[in-house]
Every structure is written in structure tokens, then in C-alpha cells.
């Protein structure tokens, strides 16, 4: 990894810039063409709509997808502290994600080993390692341990080492954390992949700071909220008023890291030499967008990484986990208002036109309208994206 430009002190320390880039990606910005060399390939693509509103093929999606393999859950920096422990509903299934005194994650099924209350209810971070139940009091800490009941003389042959949470295995990474969602299935954290926490360690990922965290509850097939997240035909149309301008109408360079998908995309400032300006802030003319497979969304901006994680909770029912994600939470007033100003603006871009956008297209799809979806050259990722899809989908 290197440092691949040094902004000067003052907005390096006024703005907190992320410039730091992996081997792997720094090669990957070196193929990008320039804007007036850029080529888009012809294509041939077609999608069936029962992907998208089909009942049989969300069960086949939920079973081989989103519990034969792990998946992503969170970001490390939602419990950034040891001893920090925050509920997760978006599956649908109630988790704890917990960090425990060693600072180790762990993701429990958030139930009480008395009677099954939920330990933590709402979106708060508990902290102070020690969490209780609100119903009879029994306290576990941070690694899931039973630590205490109240008037224990009463249950005979309690052996409180036998009562600790249920732990789901999960592994973190590169900032992400994964977790099987069915416990009793065998371990599989194939979507886990070393480039891809090389990339994301690069960006230092792991030490970010949840600067903003929103939950959006769409009414779209999990795919549909996905997909302008990896193509960019739609960027100069529907974010016409917003975005658009900035991104130039060019194909990404598109690599696979394991079942994860890197895009790397020059913005209408980019110059084939950007990564040898000195001062240059890489993330302000190059954007890499990744899936996480297969349901996570990672972003990078100037100066913040947006995290989502698109939770589908039914064929045509979507929960988002958006995570703003800055160096450190801002220090200076003028950090403060480019963040907030960020935050408005990214929430406002994502959820009203992109997922406002996913929507329009399951209700028109679920009409019946049509059979099939097509894709042009501009949006070449997402036939690469089910291909990667189907091959899990038939293991
Ligand atoms: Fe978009």
C-alpha cells in the first residue's frame, strides 16, 4: 500500500482526505482510459422478471444465498468500541453485534438464554461490555457469556456456563463483518476475499467513523435497490440535476475479487495522470464502487465511504443499513459543514433518486408488463454480477 499523494497539511487536517490506495487499486486506476478514448461495448443481455418478483426464486435466493453462505452484516466502525454491542433486525432475524473487552466482534442471536426477551431492543450502541436483559435481569457480557441472574438460589442446577448467548460464526474484515445466518449450516465465508480487505484496509476502512446512519424501507426486490449501484447508464439521467455532471457517460474498469465486484470509474475531472499530481486527492476525480457479495454497497467520496447493506425481507420488501463513514468525526467547523452538507446531499441522492428509482421499476416489473429486463454496454457489470449469482445459485 502506498500513500499516493499528500494533500497539503492544512485540508489534510481541515478536511480529512482518505488517500490511501492499495497496490491492486493504484494498477487498476492506471487502466482507466481517458474520456475521449473511451470505448462502450455493444451487449447482449437479458434478465428474466421472475428474478426480481418471482416468490420460487426468493426462496431459492434466501436458502442458497443468504443462508448456505455467510453474509455481510455491518461495518466494524458500528461497534467501534471493546465492550460495544448494537441490535440488527434487517434480516428479519434479531442479532447482537457485539465487540467484546479483547475487541473481538461477535454476532449472537439476541435472545435471553431465561426466556428469549430481546437484550437490546432499538438502534442504540450499548457500551460498558455488560448487557441485561430488561425482563429478569439475567447480564451477559460482550462475548456472550452468562455472567449473572438475579436470585440465582432459586433455579436448582443452574449452570450459568451452559446458558450463554447463541453465537452465529462470523468473521470481520477489511471493516465489513460477516455472519452465517443459520447457525446449524456448515461455515462457508467464501464471499470473504484477501484483495478485497487489502482494498478496503487501504482505505482504512476498519478505523472509520460512523459519522451518519440511516435505515431506508423500500418496496423493491433486494437486486433492483442493487443494480444502479453497479452500472452507470442511469448517472447522467436520473441524477441529471444532482450527480450526474460530475461523472462522465464511460464504461468502469471492472475486476472480480473472488465473488466480489471492484468498479473503478474516472469522474468528468479525471486525467490519466492523477495518481502522479502531488496534493491530489485521489477520491475527488476517481470513484470505486464495490459489491460486497451479495448484498453490500461500498462507495467511496472525496472525503467519506458510503456503506450500504441491502436486507431483503421479502420478494418485493428491502431494508438498508446506509452508513456515512469520515476519518473522525469532525473537528473544525468547516469539516462540520462539508459533512452535514455531505450527509444531506447523499441521502438525498441515494434514497430519492437511486432507491425512489428501484422502486418505480418493481412496480411497473410487477405489472407483468414485460418478461425480461435488458442491459446495454453501459451497464455490462450486472450481467457479470448474475453470472456470479447463478453459479452460487446452482451449488
Ligand atoms: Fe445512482
Known amino acids: 500500500m502506498n500513500a499516493t499523494a499528500t494533500a497539503a497539511p492544512t485540508e489534510r487536517a481541515l478536511l480529512q482526505t482518505l488517500d490511501m490506495l492499495s497496490e491492486s487499486q493504484q494498477r487498476a ?25 418471482g416468490e420460487d426464486f426468493f426462496q431459492l435466493e434466501q436458502q442458497r444465498l443468504f443462508r448456505k ?65 430488561p425482563y429478569h435481569a439475567w447480564t451477559f457480557s460482550t462475548d456472550g457469556k452468562l455472567i449473572g441472574a438475579a436470585r440465582p438460589e432459586t433455579f436448582a442446577n443452574l449452570d450459568k456456563s451452559s446458558r450463554g448467548l447463541a453465537e452465529l460464526p462470523s468473521r470481520e474484515a477489511g471493516g465489513i463483518i460477516w455472519a452465517m445466518l443459520d447457525r446449524h449450516a456448515a461455515p462457508d465465508f467464501s464471499g470473504v476475499d484477501d484483495q478485497l480487505a487489502a482494498d478496503f484496509d487501504a482505505f482504512e476502512l476498519p478505523g472509520l467513523h460512523v459519522y451518519g446512519h440511516k435505515q431506508f424501507h423500500l418496496d423493491a426486490n433486494w437486486k433492483l435497490v442493487l443494480e444502479p449501484f453497479l452500472e452507470g447508464y442511469h448517472v447522467q439521467r436520473l441524477h441529471a440535476s444532482t450527480v ?22 474516472g469522474k468528468m475531472n479525471f486525467t490519466p495522470d492523477c495518481l502522479d499530481i502531488p496534493g491530489e486527492n485521489i477520491h475527488a476525480s476517481v ?6 457479495f451479495p448484498n453490500c454497497v461500498v462507495v467511496t467520496s472525496p472525503y467519506y465511504i458510503s456503506v450500504m447493506f441491502l436486507m431483503p425481507t421479502a420478494v418485493d420488501k428491502t431494508t ?29 441522492v441515494f434514497g430519492g433518486e437511486d432507491f425512489y428509482a428501484a422502486q418505480l421499476s418493481h412496480a411497473g416489473l410487477a405489472t407483468g408488463a414485460i418478461d425480461d429486463v435488458v442491459y446495454s454496454g453501459l451497464e455490462a457489470t450486472i450481467p457479470l454480477y448474475n453470472e456470479i449469482l447463478d ?5
Open 287 to 292: 470513484t470505486h464502487a464495490y459489491n460486497v
Open 244 to 265: 450526474g455532471p460530475l461523472f462522465a457517460d464511460v464504461p468502469n474498469v471492472v475486476d472480480t475479487l473472488g465473488l466480489n465486484i471492484r468498479q473503478i470509474s
Open 69 to 133: 453462505q455467510a453474509v455481510p452484516i455491518t461495518v466494524s466502525a458500528r461497534i467501534a468500541d471493546p465492550g460495544s454491542a448494537v441490535a440488527h433486525d434487517g434480516y428479519g432475524i434479531p442479532l447482537l453485534v457485539t465487540r467484546d473487552k479483547n475487541g473481538v466482534s461477535h454476532v449472537f442471536l439476541n435472545a435471553c438464554t431465561h426466556k428469549g426477551a430481546k437484550l437490546i431492543d432499538g438502534c442504540d450502541v450499548a457500551k460498558g461490555n455488560r448487557l441485561t436483559c
Open 320 to 348: 438498508v443499513d446506509y452508513f456515512m463513514l469520515t476519518r473522525r468525526p469532525p473537528d473544525n467547523p468547516k469539516g462540520a459543514e462539508l459533512y452535514r452538507k455531505s450527509y444531506e446531499m447523499i441521502v438525498s
Open 29 to 53: 486506476i492506471r487502466r482507466i482510459a481517458p474520456h475521449d478514448a473511451a470505448t462502450v461495448p455493444t451487449i447482449e443481455a437479458r434478465r428474466p422478471v421472475s428474478t426480481f418478483t
Open 391 to 395: 453459479r452460487v445459485l446452482a451449488n
